[in-house]
């Protein structure tokens, strides 16, 4: 008896684990090729907080889209709980999301996030007061916010882009740009893609380049005198 129970248990287990595994194969390829600390499928599935939220996350959305009360927001409480993020279960998120360390993810109700989009610990996608209807942002393809990161309120981001760590966005972003500082201000990556690898630390500040610029301008006024 208790060998049949082991044996359904093993079976039920590996069974669940290719479901998972054939309807997530998007976000699993991401965690794989952004996170260098990913070694394996199973470790994916078993121990990565970020992909346990997007799964319960569809379930949720499902659910909300089925206009079930209750349950849906419960079940995006227990997500919160269960990984430390938050996702409205109203929320519209593409494939091929990755949170990283996503402790302290927020994702408003009117969120609308593109595919293969990168989320860093703190990252709060949210409104900016009590107005109803659409108040919270759109996100394009390809986008990485860094850690810390709030974009608030009805705007876009636009595809390709990065937002740097802690960085506060109020405004709309173009394609193919970089965002650092409070609030956010833009500044072109030579209107390329900006890569999910890239590395933050050499993010362009646009103001910091203006005070370089002032700076050797100053420097070569002082060397004429």
Known sequence: MCVDILLFILIFFVVSIALISLTFKDEIK??????????????????????????????AHFLNRLRLPFFPRWLSQFNRWFTGIEIHP?????KGLFIDHGMGVVIGETTVVGDNVTLYQGVTLGGTGKEQGKRH?????????GAGAKILGNITIGDNSYVGANAVVIKDVPENSTVVGVPGRITKQAGEKIETELDHI????????T?????????????RK
């Open 30 to 59: 991401s965690t794989r090729n952004r996170d260098p600390a990913a070694t394996n499928i199973l470790e994916i599935l078993l121990t990565y907080a970020g992909l346990h939220a997007i799964i319960l996350h569809r379930i």
């Open 90 to 94: 109203a929320a519209q998120i593409g």
């Open 137 to 145: 942002p759109n996100i394009g393809n390809n986008v990485v916010i």
């Open 202 to 209: 050499h993010v362009l500040d646009p103001l910091m380049q």
């Open 211 to 223: 005070i370089e610029q002032l700076q050797k301008r100053l420097d070569s006024l002082e060397k």
